[in-house]
C-alpha cells in the first residue's frame, strides 16, 4: 500500500481523485458524471440510512480547464507508469512520431510547439512550452483561436493519488473506482441525473 494511502487510511481522511475536466468534451462530462454518482453511492449504500452518512472514502478535485503542471506529469510518470496509455491519449504531441506545428497569438506573443516522439517524454522546456500555449490557448478564446486546448491536453484524465492510477476512458475509471464502490453499483454515465450530495472541489 502506498505511504500516502496508509496514513489516509490511519487517519480516516478521504482520498482525493482528481479529473482534469473540459465540458466542451462529451468523454469529459461522461467521466465526471461517473465520479460524481460513485461518490453519491459511496456515502448511500443499501444498507445505509440516509441519516447515517459515513464518512466518504473519497473526494472529487475537479481542475476545469486546466493541464497538469510539469510536477504533476513527472509524478504521473514515476508513480503511474503502468497507466502510460491513459498518459500518452492526453497528450497529442506523445500519440505519433507524426511532427506537429501550432503557432497562436495573443497581444503581441506567439507561441511554437513541436511534437515529441512516442518513444520520448517531455522535458522540463518542452513541458513549459506546451503548458504556457495550452494557457494562451484558453485566453483566446472560441471565437478567435485555430486550434483548440484540446490539441495540446486532451481531458479528461483523471489521477487517483493514494493508489497512483490514472484513468482516460470508462474502463480504466471503473477499475480505479472499484476500490471505493462495488462495481454493481457503478453509475453508467449514460444519463442525464447527476447526484450532487457529494460535492465536488473545483479549482
Not at 480516516?12 to 454518482?37: C, D, E, G, M, V
Amino acid at each position: 500500500m502506498p505511504i500516502m494511502s496508509l496514513l489516509k487510511t490511519l487517519q480516516s481522511t478521504p482520498a482525493t481523485i482528481t479529473i482534469f475536466h473540459n465540458s466542451k468534451i462529451p468523454l469529459s462530462n461522461k467521466l465526471f458524471r461517473i465520479l460524481q454518482s460513485a461518490a453519491h453511492r459511496q456515502s448511500h449504500t443499501p444498507n445505509t440510512p440516509f441519516a447515517a452518512v459515513p464518512v466518504p472514502k473519497f473526494e472529487i478535485n475537479v481542475m476545469k480547464d486546466q493541464m497538469p503542471t510539469y510536477d504533476q506529469y513527472l509524478h504521473f510518470l514515476n508513480q503511474c507508469n503502468h497507466d502510460k496509455a491513459s498518459l500518452h491519449d492526453s497528450y497529442p504531441f506523445l500519440k505519433g512520431r507524426k511532427k506537429h506545428y501550432y503557432e497562436t497569438s495573443h497581444s503581441g506573443h506567439s507561441v511554437t510547439i513541436r511534437g515529441v516522439d512516442m518513444d520520448r517524454i517531455f522535458t522540463e522546456e518542452e513541458y513549459e512550452m506546451i503548458y504556457d500555449a495550452f494557457n494562451k490557448i484558453q485566453e483566446l478564446g472560441d471565437n478567435i483561436r485555430d486550434v483548440t486546448p484540446a490539441d495540446v491536453f486532451k481531458a479528461p484524465l483523471v489521477v487517483d493519488w493514494d493508489q497512483n492510477k490514472l484513468a482516460h476512458d470508462e474502463a480504466t475509471l471503473k477499475t480505479m473506482l472499484a476500490k471505493y464502490v462495488p462495481e454493481s453499483e457503478h453509475y453508467s454515465g449514460s444519463g442525464t441525473g447527476i447526484a450532487m450530495d457529494a460535492q465536488p472541489v473545483v479549482n
